[in-house]
């Protein structure tokens, strides 16, 4: 059957192929121990019969990916603890970790396990669909079913009682390079298939790199020029050239222009000119005056 997965047409079967410990699905036993026992687990979730019924029960109940509920470590819910690899002090096993089983116990297929990782309701639906995947698939199939999200931006608070926030790329890039997870230990990746995982994130962070630094060096917009008045910029210059005008406004005339002084001469003229006038302001009386003061004095002496 011709299927779509992670954008490439393959063809694949529908039934996921178990790697590892199939009767415990690789997980630790003393997780395994505490689930099994758990009333939770033997209880609500075993009226669950359905896949879609199990994701209605991780989107109301899962708050945390840790395999232990918080404050519990020290309580050794089936009396066992301590003295297996990978895990600390028993307690009380997490909902997650109890769904997380169940999941499994349904046999999902493949189609059913693309829906959980792409799932839009809750971060923690899509957080156990990785879990299922890093406990169950082969580990030469891991890269092909984590690399499209190694940059997804989705959050999820993973820590019991919150507090340690990532995104599910952060936790993806965790399950491909880490084996333990909250004092729990994912199966073990053989040494080559762990080089090649190395080397393919390097490359791909490599490249995300230089795609970034090309955007920046390359902006795809200009920066806007400065906003100035079409005016303002002289006939035949750029604008980083540009010299701008004194600007006039209309309600001001322009200044009367001055008019030429007649005697525009030379200095030496002018002080000629001042001389005569001054000259003729001390001069004798003119003729007329000097002819009405004969005639005076000649009828006087009549």
């Not at 096993?93 to 792409?118: D, M, P």
């Not at 333990?180 to 040494?191: G, K, N, Q």
Request: some cysteine; overall charge positive; hydrophobic content about 30%.
């Amino acid at each position: 059957m011709d299927t779509t997965w992670f954008g490439e047409e393959r063809r694949k079967p529908n039934t996921l192929q178990i790697a590892g410990n199939a009767a415990t699905m690789n997980l630790n036993n003393l997780i395994l121990t505490n689930i099994t026992n758990s009333p939770y687990f033997k209880g609500q979730l075993a009226e669950l019969k359905t896949y879609h019924e199990v994701i209605d029960e991780i989107y109301y109940k899962v708050k945390h990916l840790e395999p232990w509920e918080k404050g519990s470590r020290s309580k050794g819910q089936t009396g066992m603890c301590g003295g297996v690899r990978g895990v600390g002090a028993g307690g009380i096993i997490s909902t997650a970790f109890c769904l997380l089983y169940k999941l499994y116990a349904l046999k999902l297929t493949r189609k059913q396990l693309v829906g959980l990782l792409n799932h839009t309701d809750s971060p923690y639906i899509r957080g156990l669909g990785f879990m299922y995947v890093r406990f169950t698939q082969p580990p030469a199939d891991l890269w092909e079913w984590f690399e499209p999200y190694l940059n997804d931006p989705e959050e999820v608070d993973v820590r019991a009682g919150g507090g340690q926030v990532i995104t599910i790329g952060e936790m993806v890039r965790l399950f491909l390079t880490k084996l333990d997870w909250f004092s729990s230990l994912f199966p073990r990746i053989p040494v080559p298939i762990q080089m090649g995982i190395d080397r393919q994130m390097a490359a791909k962070h490599a490249t995300s790199l230089e795609v970034t630094s090309k955007k920046i060096e390359e902006p795809d917009e200009e920066p806007p020029r400065p906003s100035l008045p079409r005016s303002d910029y002289s006939r035949g210059e750029s604008s980083n050239s540009f010299r701008p005008r004194r600007s006039r406004s209309r309600s001001r005339s322009p200044p009367p222009r001055r008019e030429k002084r007649r005697n525009s001469s030379s200095p030496r003229h002018h002080r000629r000119h001042r001389d005569d006038s001054r000259d003729r302001s001390r001069s004798p009386k003119s003729s007329h005056s000097r002819r009405r003061d004969d005639r005076r004095d000649r009828d006087y002496h009549r």
